[in-house]
Structure formats: C-alpha cells, structure tokens
C-alpha cells in the first residue's frame, strides 16, 4: 500500500522560512508528477507547486519567486522551502503525487495534510 507522509508544518513569524517533507512509502515502481497544495480556512484547496519526474516545475504566481519545489527521486520526497513568509500563507498544506505501485497503474495518491501558521 502507498503511503505519503508530510512534515515540517508549524508556526513562524512573518518574513520566516519553513521547509515541508513528503515521503512516499510502499512497493513503488515508478512516481511520476509531485504536486503541494493548500488549503485555508474557508477557501478552496489550490495548487501552489508542481514539479514533473523530469524536474521541470511550475508555481501559482502568488508563491512565485518565494517557495522552491524540489525533489529526490533516490528517497521518493518531495520538498517545499518556503520563505519569505507571508500570513495569506497560512494554511493546511497537502502533498499530492501521481504513484505507480509494482504491478498497478499511476493513480493519484494524496499525504494528510501539514499545518503552516504564519503569525507574529
């Protein structure tokens, strides 16, 4: 069973910089786009990172130039530096990633979601 597990959410003070984690876990053959979404409080979830197998990435224009999606294919996480912090980017922040287990087709498998508070 695939499994993806996040971390690195919390709390920090404007201007601040936090990193988030996401593991994949399980018998994958192959993990294909890494996508990080958010969510805030009575909003949509939207897509605020997208980084392909290949490495090529793409950003919402309102983290552009702030955050940085990377990832280690050798240790299937995905990563999230996010800095300059601002408190519009306070959120639930969800790892997604299209996950092709041994012997099954790419499906989309979604992490549990990490707490980011921006706040003085």
């Known amino acids: 069973q695939v499994q993806l597990v996040e971390s690195g959410g919390g709390l920090v003070q404007p201007g601040g910089s936090l990193r988030l984690s996401c593991a994949a876990s399980?018998?994958?053959?192959?993990?294909?786009?890494m996508d990080w979404y958010r969510q805030a409080p009575g909003k949509q979830r939207e897509l605020v990172a997208t980084?392909?197998?290949?490495?090529?990435?793409n950003y919402a224009d309102s983290v552009k130039g702030r955050f940085t999606i990377s990832r280690d294919n050798a240790k299937n996480t995905v990563y999230l530096q996010m800095n300059s912090l601002k408190p519009d980017d306070t959120a639930v922040y969800y790892c997604?990633?299209?996950?092709?287990?041994?012997?099954?087709?790419?499906?989309?498998?979604w992490g549990q979601g990490t707490q980011v508070t921006v706040s003085s």
């Open positions: 399980g018998i994958i053959f192959s993990i294909y786009t």
């Open positions: 980084i392909t197998s290949g490495g090529r990435t």
């Open positions: 997604n990633a299209e996950i092709q287990a041994t012997g099954g087709v790419p499906l989309a498998y």
